[in-house]
């Protein structure tokens, strides 16, 4: 089809690629939970104060500094300090009553470490190839509408078509705000999932959360010219489980810092058999190395059983990251629902809903939820994002900059917020701030990606405004910074075809086709174009495709039933 407002621009509604946008954390980039510190005055490790005229300076004690730089986040000089510290002779280390010297300095150091690779688990979750392709656990193949997270079919009303809003390979719509696992899907083959590009912009797994998280541990190893601080092999972790304060930050060094799994699941059962499994943080540790494992339903036991003895919000939602990934989101939001009427208003269990809910694409619950987060949380960019991106994709530009704008006096400057801004501005008319919000969003641009984003957009933009040559070099300009973005290969197709240039159409589609195969836009165009210059068997197998990424799509069904009407005659 031509490319024109009322005929067949099959491109992308304008794709608004900041749906990813507003935000996440590292290593992704865009806005994510805020970390925020206190403000500290300088540091010192001399205390001084006026006396009769002179300065009477005091030398901290070394442990009491060490424990100063821990507060202060500074752990490589914490570190540093405690290893001094760890290598004087016996006879300098003055016994305590319950600790001496040196075990306070070694667990310190332990804890520092720790520190330096500490990942929040509850946040961070990914799933990589090999967790996805072999995972035994049993997952029903037909489940019922509204009841897995793992089928695309299976997903209750509520939210807008991929003719509105733009779907990932997984079948789920884009999200408002870009956390670990809002890509992801469960592929159908191991050639679809290696197969697809390597970018945030379609849900290709990372090749393996086990590596990723081997690499955590190991970096910061190799800073150490000595070799790693514990000798794992030779501790006797019998020993060390009847020391409790000493065991859970061991614990936490074996765990984050040297990812030994097996060792840390070893050390958590002896102190849990120690404190006569009356500890519930005992068990929730034996609970994570269980999920680490794949033992999910060991793990969901022991989460159970720590749930009992003591309620903690952390310890809800490590269960029901089980259910998820056990592909119950069902089970997941009785648990939050629970947990809610156990501690009301809390903000990380009404978010977890509403996550759940827009990965299902009930968007419009996964909304009211969402502000009754900004009811309790008024500075939630999660929230607010979410709230934006739904808004503009039905049809309310105007309210979503509001949104967006909330962003901008909140202090988050980034790329994704100012492409979100340009986008809102057109849509709701405001041309003045619509060029120089795009013109900041490249400036603030930190890779290519992100560069290919804003241009893309852009595309639209010129397309919008009637000036086709300008989306020409826009969609150019987008595959010069990202070479796999498929959408910008269907839109240049598009714009060839008006041109009359059948086969670099021809060309543009099938690469578009191959690089995004879960979106319909593609496929529909390459069918009008078989079926125009009379390859009617190539036009039919395109249609199927279309209609089997978007059954909903009227114009596919009515070009599949032409080509039956063809094939009739024939």
């Known amino acids: 089809r031509r490319a024109g407002p009322a005929s067949a621009w099959r491109g992308l509604s304008s794709r608004f690629r900041g749906s990813r946008s507003a935000a996440r954390a590292p290593p992704r980039g865009p806005l994510g939970r805020q970390r925020v510190r206190r403000h500290r005055g300088p540091s010192r490790s ?101 009841t897995s997270l793992k089928l695309p079919g299976t997903s209750q009303g509520g939210g807008p078509s991929p003719a509105v809003r733009p779907v990932t390979q997984s079948g789920r719509p884009i999200t408002g705000f870009v956390r670990p696992g809002t890509q992801g899907g469960r592929p159908s083959t191991m050639e679809q999932a290696i197969k697809t590009p390597r970018t945030a912009l379609t849900a290709r797994p990372v090749t393996s959360a086990s590596g990723r998280y081997g690499r955590l541990g190991t970096a910061s190893m190799l800073t150490n010219p000595d070799g790693p601080f514990i000798n794992l092999s030779r501790l006797n972790l019998a020993k060390y489980a009847q020391k409790p304060k000493l065991a859970k930050a061991l614990f936490e060094y074996i765990f984050h810092h040297e990812n030994d799994i097996k060792n840390a699941l070893d050390l958590a059962a002896l102190a849990t058999e120690h404190a006569q499994f009356k500890d519930w943080w005992w068990k929730v540790q034996i609970g994570k190395c269980y999920y680490r494992l794949g033992l999910y339903r060991e793990a969901e036991k022991q989460f159970k059983s720590a749930l009992k003895q003591q309620d903690m919000v952390d310890t809800i939602l490590y269960l029901a990251k089980v259910y998820l990934r056990l592909d119950q989101p069902v089970t997941a939001l009785n648990l939050f629902k629970q947990g809610l009427d156990r501690f009301p208003g809390e903000v990380t269990l009404i978010c977890g809903i509403a996550r759940i809910y827009e990965e299902m694409n009930n968007i419009s619950t996964a909304a009211e939820y969402y502000k009754d987060v900004l009811k309790q949380d008024n500075t939630h960019v999660e929230a607010i994002a979410c709230i934006g991106s739904n808004h503009f994709y039905s049809d309310q530009p105007e309210i979503a900059l509001r949104f967006y704008r909330r962003l901008l006096q909140m202090g988050v400057h980034n790329c994704q917020l100012f492409n979100n801004l340009g986008l809102c501005c057109f849509y709701a008319q405001q041309y003045d701030m619509t060029l120089s919000s795009f013109e900041r969003a490249l400036f603030l641009a930190e890779n290519e990606e992100e560069a290919a984003d804003v241009w893309y957009n852009l595309g639209h933009v010129a397309v919008g405004i009637g000036d086709l040559n300008l989306a020409y070099q826009c969609f150019k300009l987008t595959l010069v910074n990202n070479n796999n973005y498929a959408e910008a290969y269907n839109n240049l197709a598009v714009l060839e075809m008006r041109k009359g240039h059948i086969e670099q159409a021809r060309a543009f589609l099938q690469t578009a086709s191959s690089l995004a195969p879960h979106m319909y836009e593609p496929h529909f165009n390459f069918a009008i174009l078989s079926e125009k210059v009379g390859d009617f068997q190539r036009s039919y197998a395109a249609a199927k495709k279309s209609e089997e990424a978007f059954p909903g799509h009227v114009d596919t069904q009515q070009l599949i039933k032409q080509l039956k009407q063809h094939f009739a005659v024939l």
């Open 46 to 146: 001399r205390c001084g104060g006026p006396a009769g005229g002179m300065g009477l300076e005091v030398e901290l004690e070394p442990l009491f500094q060490a424990w100063s730089y821990f507060r202060r986040r500074k752990f490589r000089q914490c570190s540093d300090l405690c290893s001094q510290l760890l290598g004087r002779p016996p006879g300098e280390q003055e016994p305590d009553s319950e600790y001496t010297v040196f075990q306070a300095a070694w667990s310190l150091k332990t804890r520092a470490l720790t520190e330096m690779v500490y990942v929040d688990e509850i946040d961070m979750d990914q799933e990589g190839i090999a967790e996805m392709m072999l995972d035994e656990n049993a997952i029903a193949q037909v489940a019922r509408p509204g």
